[in-house]
């Protein structure tokens, strides 16, 4: 598992002491106890100097790539916060790509295989120039992500309306990339926190049709988690249970989410009964 880490205060220059957050690893035989839990990586460079935050995890190939939120300044601002990328096949040594998506961005994913030929990548835009939006972009190859002529022509056509899966609708103001999906033989599990207007996040899932994933196929009418426990209720952020990691294991759904931005924890549910609460048909 891969998690954020939050530091003792640091010296910040003007800005005092500060938290910074960095990359741990820990191991675990049954996904409910960890082990050997080490640092990973942190800040190294320039783009992600106050904050290296809220790792999503694919496998595509021998490589697992990471996305993460790198913060360049402090006070964060939207012009400094953005998504960057490293790549690993072993978890040992690693690539950092640096940032890939050049503009106010969290939460980054890949589909873990090409959809009609396609590498597609999920995000969230403008996570800190709310109202915020979950949106798509198609690569031809996945190197696409460090050219910038590529997403020159992307936010052209996203101006125009293209690639948005969802967007906030005020009074809420939030919406955002939960785990990355997990292919089913219904289509495309998607779960994702389910932001009120109070900023409460609870956990919900949705279901995306397989060929296109821009297209929504199912939801639950209601919240699977609601911040209820005290490791949900009380911490740096109360109220949160936010959603960064999914798997089904033996026709079971396990959820790795962070708790109060404190903790992380785990939460299962047969998938049949994902599938009613959905209004699917196993």
Request: hydrophobic share 50%; proline share 8%.
């Given at each position: 598992m891969l998690y954020r880490a939050l530091s003792v205060p640091l010296e910040a220059g003007p800005n005092g002491k500060i938290p910074v957050s960095s990359l741990g690893l820990a191991n675990s035989s049954d996904g409910k106890r960890f082990h050997t839990v080490r640092f990973f990586f942190g800040p190294e460079y320039h783009w992600?100097?106050?904050a290296v935050e809220d790792p999503r995890v694919v496998q595509i190939g021998r490589r697992f790539y990471i996305f993460y939120t790198a913060v360049s300044d402090w006070p964060p601002r939207p012009?400094?916060?953005k998504t960057a990328l490293a790549v690993t096949t072993d978890f040992e040594d690693y690539e950092k790509w640096g940032v890939v998506i050049p503009f106010n961005s969290k939460a980054a994913t890949l589909f873990p295989k090409r959809i009609g030929g396609q590498y597609v990548l999920l995000f969230t835009i403008d996570p800190d120039r709310p109202p915020s939006k979950v949106v798509v972009a198609y690569l031809d190859k996945i190197e696409d992500l460090k050219?910038?002529?590529f997403w020159e022509e992307w936010r052209k056509e996203y101006e125009k309306g293209s690639y948005r899966l969802m967007e906030a609708i005020p009074p809420r103001n939030y919406v955002e990339v939960g785990a990355p999906p997990i292919e089913t033989e219904h289509g495309w599990l998607f779960i994702y926190p389910d932001i009120d207007p109070s900023n409460r996040f609870s956990i919900s899932a949705m279901l995306l049709d397989p060929d296109d994933p821009l297209k929504i196929l199912a939801k639950t009418k209601q919240p699977l988690?609601?911040?209820e426990a005290w490791y949900e209720v009380t911490g740096n952020v109360p109220r949160v249970a936010f959603p960064s990691g999914?798997?089904?294991?033996?026709?079971?759904?396990?959820?790795?989410y962070g708790a109060a931005d404190t903790y992380i924890a785990l939460a299962t549910m047969d998938m049949d009964d994902l599938?009613?609460?959905m209004g699917v048909s196993p």
């Open positions: 992600e100097a106050y012009e400094v916060v050219d910038p002529t988690l609601e911040p999914a798997l089904i294991i033996d026709d079971v759904l396990h959820v790795y599938w009613e609460a």
